[in-house]
């Protein structure tokens, strides 16, 4: 059984930063390839970032691309998502997930791909 734990989310006030943590264990971090979701309040859960197994490929949405980074160490089973330059428009319930892949370099987009899911940290932020 895999399990995931985001830790990490918090209050920050608009500009600030964070980082979160997604701690995975009951199998290597290394079958994974690993994505950051986000869920705002009476809205839907939308793709954020996205890593490759090997950590070599990284995909995000333009919204976030340039501020959030995703990363990952796969000797500490940690996948991180640093998050800069935060807006109110940030605000949300924040989720990692792994999808088992035999492929190195393939990130993955879709929510349906994904097999594991943490079950959230919240972040707010503050104008």
């Known amino acids: 059984q895999v399990q995931l734990v985001e830790t990490g989310g918090g209050l920050v006030q608009a500009g600030g930063s964070l980082r979160l943590s997604c701690a995975v264990s009951g199998r290597p971090l290394s079958d994974y390839a690993m994505g950051w979701f986000r869920q705002a309040p009476g809205k839907e859960r939308n793709f954020l970032a996205a890593i490759s197994r090997s950590g070599r490929t990284t995909y995000y949405i333009g919204s976030v691309k340039g501020r959030f980074t995703i990363s990952r160490d796969n000797d500490e089973n940690t996948a991180y998502l640093q998050m800069n330059n935060l807006k109110p428009e940030d605000t949300a319930v924040y989720f990692c997930?792994?999808?088992?892949?035999?492929?190195?370099?393939?990130?993955?987009?879709?929510?349906?791909?994904?097999?594991?899911w943490g079950q959230g940290t919240q972040v707010t932020v503050s104008s």
């Open positions: 997930a792994a999808s088992y892949t035999t492929r190195d370099d393939r990130y993955i987009v879709a929510s349906y791909e994904y097999n594991y």
